[in-house]
T-cell receptor
Framework: AQTVTQSQPEMSVQEAETVTLSCTYD???????LFWYKQPPSRQMILVIR??????QNATENRFSVNFQKAAKSFSLKISDSQLGDAAMYFC?????????????FGTGTRLQVTL | DGGITQSPKYLFRKEGQNVTLSCEQN?????MYWYRQDPGQGLRLIYY???????QKGDIAEGYSVSREKKESFPLTVTSAQKNPTAFYLC?????????????????FGPGTRLTVL
């Protein structure tokens, strides 16, 4: 079974600084996707960034980027120039690429606080 | 606007009652999912469906039931057999298939329903 581990329950960053959230996963599959979701106080799940396992290049979306280390099964999220609106729960998630419906397996989340 | 709607936003249930949570999508997605979120935990899959009149159990299906009579709708019933139903419930949908392009593997989430047992 696939598992996703987020070892940082809480993180704090000052506005305009950079923070990295950690995620490791375990799978025997070779074709899969990894995601970071943001859940603000409204509790709406918002996709931040995705990474296809077959792509070696790390995904980037504006201030958000990942460090994908396939051999180490590590998938960290870097937030640059942190803003107050980045404060939220962040979930790392894994999904097999099956060509059919497949579940997302989530980590337990990291609560990010952004301070002035 | 395309998206997923869930209703109600808040739901209260007395012990022994069944309650049904609504999920509707107008994204023309084939697959729909129900997840449960508890404090300090990530989301866990309850049920999912790939096509009308077909659905599969997820990791924590006991005490829940679903139906998929229409492509757009995937209601979740929390039965009295669910011993600890108080949680936040999220519905999601996605396309199916190995199709390249933006959002081809993304699950879109609804705003959720908070269920509390009194």
């Amino acid at each position: 079974a696939q598992t996703v581990t987020q070892s940082q329950p809480e993180m704090s960053v000052q506005e305009a600084e950079t923070v990295t959230l950690s995620c490791t996963y375990d799978t025997s599959e070779s074709d899969y996707y990894l995601f970071w979701y943001k859940q603000p106080p409204s509790r709406q799940m918002i996709l931040v960034i995705r990474q296809e396992a077959y792509k070696q290049q790390n995904a980037t979306e504006n201030r958000f980027s990942v460090n994908f280390q396939k051999a180490a099964k590590s998938f960290s999220l870097k937030i640059s120039d942190s803003q107050l609106g980045d404060a939220a729960m962040y979930f790392c998630a894994y999904r097999r690429n099956t060509g059919t419906a497949s579940k997302l397996t989530f980590g337990t989340g990291t609560r990010l606080q952004v301070t002035l | 606007d395309g998206g997923i709607t869930q209703s109600p936003k808040y739901l209260f249930r007395k012990e022994g009652q069944n309650v049904t949570l609504s999920c509707e999508q107008n994204l023309n997605h084939d697959a729909m999912y129900w997840y449960r979120q508890d404090p300090g935990q990530g989301l866990r899959l309850i049920y999912y469906s790939q096509i009308v009149n077909d659905f599969q159990k997820g990791d924590i299906a006991e005490g829940y039931s679903v139906s998929r009579e229409k492509k757009e709708s995937f209601p979740l019933t929390v039965t009295s057999a669910q011993k600890n139903p108080t949680a936040f419930y999220l519905c999601a949908s996605s396309i199916i298939g190995r199709v390249a392009g933006p959002s081809y593997n993304e699950q879109f989430f609804g705003p959720g329903t908070r269920l509390t047992v009194l």
